[in-house]
């Protein structure tokens, strides 16, 4: 197994800057330009937003995308890791497809719920919000989605297997673990008949190798 000396790590705390409500309020206006009020919005999940989304929604289905994939390639330093020992989230990278759910806003919740998402997923810009085309079993969506902005600081291009399993197994945040987070999210997907067959093959190497209470 990789050393943890010699696994990749994130820049300096100093890198990482607060958005200000300001900031968070011009992102929420840019995503909703090609908004029409009065109409619904999708909200495409891909991780943790699949079992703990925190907004009400009226509708959620099966989705996939094309032209991205799902990696653990951003660091945590608060919610699933430490400064000193950081965790690893999901983001959306270019390339391939992925499979998540979309969960249907109605057109009144559309504000109030945005500002909720983006408190949580937005806080120092690690995503560009991006509508994105998302095929479900009832037919294509246009769906809000959170894709990686591979400029900052938080970014790392997912680290091998390896790699993987050793910072997983050793973060643990405000939220909880590292190690569940991606066991959660794993669970989630299946219980929904979503098959990531390259995550479920890490989730059992890291139930392998978690230590027994």
């Not at 800057?17 to 495409?44: H, N, Q, Y």
């Not at 919610?79 to 057109?107: D, H, I, W, Y």
Request: aromatic share 10%; net charge negative; glycine share 8%.
């Amino acid at each position: 197994m990789t050393r943890f000396a010699d696994l990749p790590m994130p820049p300096a705390v100093s890198a990482f800057v607060r958005w200000s409500e300001e900031k968070m309020a011009e992102s929420i206006e840019t995503a909703l330009r090609d908004w029409t009020p009065g109409c619904d919005v999708w909200i495409f999940g891909y991780g943790s937003l699949i079992w703990r989304p925190e907004f009400d929604f009226t509708e959620k289905r099966p989705a996939q995308i094309q032209g991205f994939h799902r990696a653990l390639c951003l660091w945590s330093r608060i919610n699933r890791g430490t400064p000193e020992v950081p965790g690893l989230v999901f983001g959306l990278e270019q390339s391939g497809n992925c499979q998540g759910m979309v969960f249907k806003v109605e057109a009144e919740r559309v504000r109030s719920t945005f500002s909720s998402v983006w408190k949580r997923e937005m806080g120092t810009g690690a995503y560009h919000p991006t509508w994105l085309d998302c095929i479900t079993p009832e037919g294509p969506v246009k769906g809000l989605a959170f894709v990686i902005n591979q400029a900052g600081p938080a970014y790392v291009s997912e680290p091998p297997q390896d790699a993987l399993v050793e910072i997983i197994l050793r973060a643990r945040g405000t939220y909880g673990t590292c190690l569940e987070y991606v066991t959660q999210t794993a669970d989630a997907l299946h219980s929904a008949g979503i098959d990531d067959q390259r995550l479920m093959e890490l989730v059992k190497c890291l139930r392998q190798l978690q230590p027994r209470s």
